[in-house]
């Protein structure tokens, strides 16, 4: 079921330009609450330079997407945009707006223009061809590339 994100609230910008604090008064006026549009705000004990939300604008607004995953997990920009459409249901569920606040432009993109409609990463093709590559090394898969494809592999 497709989220239409375009009917949400978009509060970006660059670092350090005071987002939290308008977001947290623009979310109050709005009756929403906001969805963190950052990639580093969302791991688990990143506190120092995070520029994460305090305590007192956590309570003072309904937070989401806030330390939900540890630093050693993958999280993918499509697991972004799955998470925030689920909290977005869940917000306008309850009667109220959403308010994305952050900075991460590949976010704000993927949320409002969608992804790449292509295959998934395969980790285990990744992880395949760098054990071959520690097993044959550099100059053989080069080699083996320009059989595949020869105009990539002269871009190499």
Known sequence: M???FDNCWFLTGATAVGKT???VALAQRLGAEIIALDSMTIYRGMDIGTAKP???DRAAVPHHLLDII????EFSVAQY???AGEKVREIRARGREALFVGGTPLY?????RGLFDGPPAD???RQAIEDELAEVGQAALHERLMQVDPVAATHI
């Open 81 to 83: 945009v799955d998470a």
């Open 21 to 23: 604090g308008v977001g």
């Open 123 to 125: 980790w285990r093709l």
């Open 2 to 4: 497709p989220i239409p």
């Open 70 to 73: 540890d630093p050693a997990e």
């Open 108 to 112: 704000l993109k993927a949320l409002l």
């Open 54 to 56: 305090s305590a007192e």
